[in-house]
């Protein structure tokens, strides 16, 4: 029975998680995600408070995936580039592939309120963030001015580049205006050089 009741909650919130890529937030809805996953109709609410516990909790593991590819970029040795920069990069590549799911955890339209599985998440990965960082900062590749400052100004920077394409594909700026994959390495990289020690 408990199996069941994983594999029940684990089917929600893949369907979550798709309904979320194809629309946003707007197309998941506690009885869609169920007929998504081919469930009873009251299945989702046996596993979930509401359309917002659901959303947590995708957003969490959406953090958590964010990190972890941050985290196997950084660990790729064959790089030629810095820690910093590859763990950006990933950053940066991840917001692009996964746009409606970066809007829902960094500032879409959609506001949820999120659950302590959400705000866990979210301070493991400022933790990480942060200890990011400190090691660039350590290692010179980072101004080394405090941290309070020169993290946010990083994430700001990243938070450009991630936003830029969704907001073309939004259709609130001109097709052609935005970033494409083959310009990021290289506007990474002009800002990471303006970030560096002098």
């Known amino acids: 029975m408990e199996k069941k009741t994983r594999d029940t909650r684990r089917a929600l919130i893949d369907a979550a998680g798709e309904l979320l890529a194809r629309g946003g937030p707007a197309h998941v809805t506690l009885r869609a995600v169920g007929a998504a ?52 990069l990933a950053y940066v590549r991840v917001a692009w592939e996964y746009p409606n799911h970066y809007r829902l955890e960094f500032g879409g339209d959609y506001v949820i309120k999120p659950s302590q599985v959400l705000v866990d998440a979210a301070n493991d990965f400022n933790r990480y963030f942060n200890d990011l960082v400190v090691e660039a900062q350590r290692t010179g590749d980072l101004v080394a001015d405090d941290l309070r400052d020169v993290g946010p100004m990083l994430w700001v920077l990243l938070h450009g580049l991630a936003m830029s394409n969704h907001l073309v594909s939004d259709k609130m700026c001109e097709r052609g205006s935005g970033y494409q994959v083959e310009d990021m390495q290289r506007v990474l990289a002009l800002a990471l050089r303006n970030l560096a020690p002098r």
């Open 37 to 88: 996953a081919d469930v009873s109709r009251t299945a989702p609410y046996r596993h979930f408070q509401d359309k917002d516990d659901l959303l947590s909790t995708v957003a969490a593991e959406n953090l958590a995936v964010l990190a972890a590819e941050m985290q196997r970029a950084v660990a790729n040795t064959a790089s030629d580039t810095t820690p910093l920069f590859c763990a950006c």
